[in-house]
C-alpha cells in the first residue's frame, strides 16, 4: 500500500512537471485537479501509517507529509513558474528530508541518537544553502542576460543611426522588437 501511494505522488508531481515542460503554464482547471490529486494521495498515505506502531508511524507521516509539501511545492513551481516558486521547491526537499531523519533518529539513544540528530540538521542547512545559492546564481544570470541585451539593443540603435530616415525608423522599430524594447 505504502509503495502504491509514493508511486502516485511521484506519478502526480511528473503530470506536473510535463505540464510545466510542454505548455509553460498549466491552466487553472489542470491546477485544481493535480491539487486535488495531491491531497488524496497524502490521505491514503497517511491512512496507510495508521497500522504501523511507535516511531515506524512516525517516520511514515514524515515521509508523507514530506511528499506533500514537496508536491504541493513543485505543483506552484508548474503552474507560476518563477524563481521563487523553483526556490521554495528546493527548500521545500530540505525541509522533507529533514523531517524525515530527524523521525529516523527517534530509534536510536545516546551519542548515537545526538550525531544522528546533527547530521539531519547538518543535510537540511546544506540543503537550503543550495537552494539560496542557486537563487543567487539565476538571478545574476538574469541581471547579466538583461544587460547583454541593453547593450546589444544600444549597438543595433547606433547602426540605426546611419541609415537615412524611412529605412532609420524601420530599423528602430526592428531593434525594438528583436530585443523587447517598447
Not at 524601420?170 to 522588437?177: F, S
Request: hydrophobic share 40%; proline share 2%.
Amino acid at each position: 500500500m505504502k509503495r502504491t501511494t509514493l508511486t502516485a505522488i511521484a506519478a502526480s508531481v511528473g503530470v506536473a512537471f510535463a505540464a510545466y515542460a510542454a505548455a509553460e503554464t498549466m491552466s487553472k482547471t489542470h491546477y485544481n485537479a493535480s491539487k486535488e490529486a495531491i491531497e488524496s494521495e497524502y490521505k491514503s498515505a497517511s491512512a496507510a501509517c495508521e497500522p504501523l506502531k511507535a516511531n515506524a508511524r512516525d517516520i511514515c507521516m514524515a515521509e508523507a507529509k514530506g511528499k506533500e509539501r514537496v508536491a504541493r511545492a513543485e505543483l506552484t513551481a508548474a503552474y507560476k513558474p518563477t524563481a521563487t516558486s523553483r526556490y521554495t521547491v528546493r527548500m521545500a526537499h530540505a525541509e522533507a528530508d529533514y523531517s524525515v531523519a530527524r523521525e529516523k533518529c527517534d530509534d536510536q539513544q545516546g551519542n548515537a541518537k545526538d550525531v544522528c540528530v546533527k547530521e539531519a540538521k547538518a543535510a537540511r542547512v546544506a540543503g537550503e544553502a543550495d537552494a539560496k545559492a542557486q537563487r543567487k546564481t539565476v538571478a545574476a544570470k538574469h541581471d547579466a542576460s538583461v544587460d547583454k541585451r541593453d547593450a546589444e539593443y544600444a549597438v543595433a540603435k547606433e547602426k540605426c543611426a546611419a541609415l537615412e530616415q524611412p529605412a532609420k525608423d524601420t530599423c528602430i522599430a526592428d531593434a525594438k522588437a528583436q530585443y523587447g524594447k517598447s
